[in-house]
């Protein structure tokens, strides 16, 4: 249950880490509510995940879904580059990430 909670707080990052450009600097509120909402479900689900998981493995395995996810949202909804050492950078991320998963 603690890698589904990690998973979900990984979700969660990518969620208010793309909202963020939407606040504009948290001058609109709507945005800025729904950032501060989805950081406070990530944080709660991470902390969920602490309970079993050794810390340094979270946060790797948390921040590595979320730049992950926001750098694959970046380049398919807001027209980001793509190349292909964009690309394999980001399979690096994910396999580390797959990784930590299989050694834990």
Same mark, same amino acid.
């Given at each position: 249950?603690?890698?589904?909670? $990690?998973?979900?707080? =990984?979700?969660?990052?990518?969620?208010?880490?793309? #909202? $963020?450009?939407?606040?504009?600097?948290?001058?609109?509120? #709507?945005?800025? &509510?729904?950032?501060?909402?989805?950081? =406070?479900?990530?944080?709660?689900?991470?902390?969920?995940?602490?309970?079993? $998981?050794?810390? =340094?493995?979270?946060?790797?395995?948390?921040?590595?879904?979320?730049?992950?996810?926001?750098?694959?949202?970046?380049?398919?909804?807001?027209?980001?580059?793509?190349?292909?050492?964009?690309?394999?950078? &980001?399979?690096?991320? &994910?396999?580390?990430?797959?990784? #930590?998963?299989?050694?834990?």
């Amino acid at each position: 249950m603690a890698w589904i909670w $990690l998973i979900i707080a =990984g979700g969660f990052e990518i969620v208010w880490a793309v #909202l $963020l450009k939407y606040t504009e600097g948290f001058t609109r509120l #709507l945005p800025s &509510l729904a950032t501060v909402a989805s950081m =406070g479900v990530s944080f709660y689900c991470m902390s969920r995940a602490l309970q079993v $998981l050794p810390m =340094g493995t979270v946060y790797a395995v948390w921040v590595g879904i979320g730049a992950a996810g926001t750098a694959l949202w970046g380049m398919a909804i807001e027209g980001e580059m793509a190349s292909a050492a964009r690309i394999l950078c &980001l399979v690096s991320i &994910l396999a580390g990430v797959a990784g #930590l998963k299989a050694t834990s």
